[in-house]
């Protein structure tokens, strides 16, 4: 079992940036798919990030791509989201989660374990 711990959430005005990271315990985090996600109050959770078991590859939905980037440092057991140029249509609760295989995953359901969530706010 892996527990994730987010944080690096906040407050920042529109066209700012912040980083966000997950921790990772219990297990090597270069054993899993990663992903990050969103959820908005009143949206479904949404798919922002996903870097493959390998570490070589990384996929986006367009909403994000070219502002967010996903990234993993092994020796911390961590990753990492950076986000820039945010706009108020970022703001949710950013989860990170692992899923168990070596392919592409993008729907919440093929992964196992998720964070507690860190809240990411822009303001306009």
């Known amino acids: 079992q892996v527990q994730l711990v987010e944080s690096g959430g906040g407050l920042v005005q529109a066209g700012g940036s912040l980083r966000l990271s997950c921790a990772a315990s219990?297990?090597?985090?270069?054993?899993?798919?990663m992903g990050w996600f969103r959820q908005a109050p009143g949206k479904e959770r949404e798919f922002v990030a996903h870097?493959?078991?390998?570490?070589?590859?990384?996929y986006y939905p367009d909403s994000v791509k070219g502002r967010f980037t996903i990234s993993r440092i092994n020796s911390k057991n961590t990753v990492y989201l950076q986000m820039n140029s945010l706009k108020p249509e970022d703001t949710a609760v950013y989860y990170c989660?692992?899923?168990?295989?070596?392919?592409?995953?993008?729907?919440?359901?093929?992964?196992?374990?998720w964070g507690q969530g860190t809240q990411v706010t822009v303001s306009s």
């Open positions: 989660a692992t899923a168990v295989g070596s392919g592409y995953y993008s729907r919440p359901a093929e992964y196992s374990y």
């Open positions: 219990g297990r090597t985090l270069s054993s899993y798919a």
């Open positions: 870097m493959t078991r390998s570490g070589s590859n990384t």
